[in-house]
């Protein structure tokens, strides 16, 4: 699981913002929000533009320097990349996971989306690799546990992960350091409701068509009853055969059928993304949703939340505007974040009142008291 992520030089964060999955409480409630005494569910709050997003993009800035699993553009785009308020010369982004009784470090500088300039990976302090890319020069390395004796470093460029090269290119033992980050790697997820459809970052190479998935798994009337419990939609949908569509939904009214996409409001379609997430939840490492209930009423944000409470062997960070889903209901206050000024803190550290299980959190955030 991931312990800890800091990043800085990167997009708005001008200083280094960390997020800390290790700071949990002794709360006696919601104890389904912990892992492995881990943050497992996490809600990000904060202003428009203090970074949410961003967050999540840099978070994910390892999936699009380790795999060839799905970017977003705005991870790949060059003239956002270093932040503008300074004069860096590069982004330094740092991971900590948690494998066992062991503590992995993972960390590396760009100064380009696909151009590295240094990588380190440790493991409980100890240096397993180390890499200069601006030399082409290996610094540190540990060879009986990265097995990299013979590996040729000529000829390479910036753009290939020293730790992806070892982890392609040597027998590394299933439970090595290398291979737990590029297995935790290759199974984050990142998604959002847009208005274009689908987008996403990680898990996969590229996008399925959801009503084709939905379609092709005999999921229908399982989609039904999801809308059915979490938004109280009773619709009747069918699949239809158009030639040249390999799957379209469509609903069934009285007189005649309706294209499921020309008359599903946006929030239905928010929630038809979830429902096509929601069957890999089980596989994800790391979820994290960008701005979950955009499209959603607070009534059904609060039943998502407590849908994703049930995954507990993964991580889960979502990001809200909507102050009506802080309550100890469904999180705590050690999982309720909020970002300001690159500062990333939870509530139960906002404060010196000892929070309890039937304090209003909404209202103590709404009168100041984690500012």
């Given at each position: 699981m991931l312990r800890n992520f800091s990043v800085s030089g990167y997009k708005n964060f001008n200083q280094a913002a960390t997020l800390d999955l290790t700071k949990v409480r002794d709360y006696g409630f919601n104890t389904n929000c912990i892992t492995d005494n881990l943050l497992g569910k996490v809600l990000i709050?904060?202003?428009?533009?203090?970074?949410?997003?961003?967050?999540?993009?840099?978070?994910?800035?390892?999936?699009?320097?380790?795999?060839?699993?799905?970017?977003?553009?705005?991870?790949?785009?060059?003239q956002s990349f270093i932040n503008g308020d300074a004069?860096?010369?590069?982004?330094?982004?740092?991971?900590?996971?948690?494998?066992?009784?062991?503590?992995?470090?993972?960390?590396?500088?760009?100064?380009?989306?696909?151009?590295?300039l240094y990588e380190k990976m440790s493991v409980d302090g100890n240096i397993l690799i180390e890499f200069d890319h601006a030399k082409n020069k290996l610094i540190s390395n540990n060879s009986s546990k990265t097995k990299v004796d013979g590996l040729r470093w000529e000829g390479r460029d910036g753009s290939l992960s020293i730790v992806r090269y070892i982890a392609n290119n040597t027998p590394q033992e299933k439970e090595s350091p290398i291979m737990f980050v590029m297995d935790f790697v290759n199974r984050m997820l990142y998604f959002k409701s847009t208005q274009d459809g689908n987008m996403f970052i990680g898990f996969e190479r590229a996008g399925d068509t959801i009503e084709s998935y939905i379609v092709r798994n005999g999921l229908i009337k399982e989609f039904e009853g999801?809308?059915?419990?979490?938004?109280?939609?009773?619709?009747?949908?069918?699949?239809?055969k158009v030639a040249g569509m390999p799957g379209l939904l469509v609903q069934k009214l009285n007189s005649k059928s309706l294209i499921f996409q020309e008359v599903a409001s946006s929030g239905t379609k928010a929630l038809e993304l979830f429902f096509y997430w929601s069957k890999r939840f089980n596989d994800v490492s790391l979820l994290f949703i960008d701005e979950f209930d955009a499209f959603y009423h607070?009534?059904?944000?609060e039943k998502i939340m407590k849908f994703v409470a049930k995954y507990t062997n993964t991580q889960i960070i979502l990001t809200s505007h909507n102050t009506n889903l802080v309550s100890?209901?469904?999180?705590?206050?050690?999982?309720?974040?909020?970002?300001?000024?690159?500062?990333?803190?939870s509530f139960s550290e906002s404060t010196d009142r000892e929070l309890r299980e039937g304090h209003n959190l909404e209202k103590m955030l709404r009168n100041g008291e984690f500012e």
């Open positions: 709050m904060g202003p428009n533009g203090s970074g949410k997003s961003n967050l999540g993009y840099a978070l994910f800035d390892i999936v699009y320097t380790l795999t060839d699993k799905q970017p977003c553009r705005e991870q790949q785009s060059a004069n860096h010369k590069h982004a330094t982004f740092i991971y900590e996971f948690q494998q066992g009784e062991s503590v992995i470090t993972y960390e590396y500088r760009k100064n380009l989306p696909m151009s590295l999801f809308l059915k419990e979490h938004s109280e939609l009773d619709l009747n949908i069918e699949s239809a607070f009534e059904l944000s100890n209901k469904v999180m705590r206050p050690d999982c309720y974040l909020q970002i300001r000024g690159g500062t990333i803190t």
